[in-house]
């Protein structure tokens, strides 16, 4: 079984706030993990990838448990920009080259 | 920043008819992919496509799809005898031979009638 579950959220937060999403796979073989974001009406933006050590990228931090087998992304001071839907994504052993997407979390970031 | 760019943006068709999605993939990528993303739903991968052949597919990628690489820069998508079902937001995307990071396409709006 192949699956990304999210939280649909909506999450509303104020700018400036940190916001955190949570994601979690099916499958302990699973073997990449990224982050998406998705906005109305338009294509996948890959956002950054998920390392087993954990991966900073300015605002925005991923951590991996495989343990858990569950994935964590972390927004510090929130931007009206980072309006969108966050997708969690994997591949799976055996389908290295198949993205299987969560359905995504919804993020506002209110004025 | 080199992208992946599809046409049309958008394409109406009636039902029962052959319809072809286009795709130019960044340019030094090895890899190309079909997704496909029905309104309020999750996005799906259809097939996957290396060294001239499909390396992998879903179940979605029945007879009824094709995939193909015409020449050195395009990749096309074609859908024979197109179902209502059929409507969704398809996006083409690429990646490197050594990296899995996929970028994707603005996507190709199809509506069947």
């Known amino acids: 079984r192949k699956e990304v579950e999210q939280d649909p959220g909506p999450f509303n937060v104020p700018e400036g706030a940190t916001v955190a999403f949570n994601c979690t796979y099916s499958?302990?073989?699973?073997?990449?993990f990224f982050w998406y974001r998705q906005d109305c009406r338009k294509e996948p933006k890959l956002l950054m990838s998920?390392?087993?050590s954990g991966n900073e990228d300015g605002r925005f931090t991923a951590q991996l448990n495989r343990a858990s087998q569950y994935i964590s992304l972390l927004i510090r001071d929130s931007k009206l920009s980072d309006s969108a839907t966050y997708l969690c994504?994997?591949?799976?052993?055996?389908?290295?080259?198949?993205?299987?997407f969560g359905s995504g979390t919804q993020l506002t970031v209110l004025p | 920043e080199p992208e992946v760019t599809q046409t049309p943006s958008h394409q109406v068709t009636q039902m029962g008819q052959e319809v072809i999605l286009r795709c130019v993939p960044i340019?030094?990528?090895?890899?190309f992919y079909w997704y496909r993303q029905i309104l309020g739903q999750k996005v799906e991968f259809l097939v996957s496509?290396?060294?001239?052949?499909?390396?992998?597919k879903s179940e979605i990628f029945d007879d009824q799809f094709s995939v193909e690489r015409p020449d050195g820069s395009n990749f096309t998508l074609k859908i024979r005898s197109t179902k209502l079902e059929d409507s969704a937001m398809y996006f083409c995307?690429?990646?490197?031979?050594?990296?899995?990071?996929?970028?994707f396409g603005p996507g190709t709006r199809l509506t069947v009638l």
């Open positions: 998920v390392y087993s």
């Open positions: 995307a690429s990646s490197e031979a050594l990296r899995p990071e996929q970028f």
């Open positions: 340019s030094n990528h090895l890899y």
């Open positions: 496509f290396y060294n001239n052949e499909i390396s992998e």
């Open positions: 994504v994997a591949t799976f052993s055996g389908s290295a080259r198949q993205l299987t």
């Open positions: 499958n302990s073989a699973s073997q990449s």
